[in-house]
């Protein structure tokens, strides 16, 4: 979950971020997010927005 571990600066940088999209090698993708700047439907809309563009 760290990548290359505390060598590489990664330790602590996954969940810092307000908004963050993941996508995966296999087609997959989501969403880790902090409600609190962002209420859920905006965020939602987003997310239809970019599921639609794939």
């Not at 760290?2 to 090698?25: F, M, P």
């Not at 905006?42 to 970019?50: E, H, R, Y």
Request: net charge negative; charged share 20%; with cysteine.
């Amino acid at each position: 979950m760290h990548g290359g571990g505390t060598e590489v600066n990664s330790c602590n940088r996954w969940y810092d971020k307000t908004l963050q999209l993941i996508a995966g090698k296999n087609g997959y993708c989501g969403l880790c997010y902090e409600h609190t700047p962002a209420e859920g439907p905006p965020v939602a809309s987003l997310m239809d927005f970019i599921c639609d563009k794939m």
